[in-house]
């Protein structure tokens, strides 16, 4: 189980401007996925979640990014604005039970391997190879 | 021109990991940006840089990565393993110029324009939008 620590310091940015492809809904998907989070992202177990205008990866919509003090930051993209929710969520509970951020390849969600858009160090936990 | 102080707190991650198509040079792609970059990043206007194992982005190396406190994180793919570098450290001493880590998008290097991969927020300076 993720604790509720590791989650009170992680926050789940959501592109809001997300436009899903041949989608003419007034809403954009990356807003409805916003709302779909927020909604299903009750009590102590539940990341920080903020809408951003534009994540820069505009060619997979839906688009989300999980960071966290001392974790790996992680950007996700390919996500569906009304099925996905609950599947991001289970997956940031698993990135906030780790101590890096890193999560074991196989306990990823399937969304989350294959939807892989970048992954940044920790800017306070560096990783210099040589 | 960029003050030291940006610089200073920047850091740039390289991917080293990154293999050009077709390379078959023993020293990956990545490897040789690194060294590039180290070898013309001198003096105080540099920023910090730091190899990394895989950021994730294995369909458009090279691959890079800026971060900074109180700036917004950039990544960065499609860059050549000898002749980017100075572009590179060029698109960096910009971001290290502004106050948010965003450079007015006509005076980012065509290679930053191109090569976007992803951006994120600013884990200490909120952008939360409604």
């Known amino acids: 189980m993720p604790d509720e620590a ?3 310091d992680t926050i789940l940015y959501v592109c809001t401007t997300c ?5 003419t809904s007034e809403t954009r998907a990356g807003t ?64 906030a039970g780790t101590s890096d951020g890193i999560v074991p390849w196989r306990e990823r969600p399937e969304a989350f391997r294959k939807g892989v858009v970048a992954r940044i160090p920790s800017f306070t936990n560096p990783t210099d190879t040589p």
Request: net charge neutral; aromatic share 6%; glycine share 12%.
């Open 6 to 8: 590791g989650l009170n």
């Open 32 to 95: 409805r996925l916003l709302a779909a989070l927020r909604e299903q992202a009750t009590g102590a177990g539940a990341p920080r979640i903020e809408g951003v205008e534009c994540l820069s990866v505009c060619k997979r919509p839906c688009t989300v990014a999980v960071a966290s003090p001392g974790r790996w930051t992680y950007v996700y993209g390919d996500l569906d604005a009304e099925a996905s929710a609950r599947t991001i969520l289970t997956g940031i509970g698993l990135y």
């Open 19 to 23: 436009r899903a492809e041949g989608d």
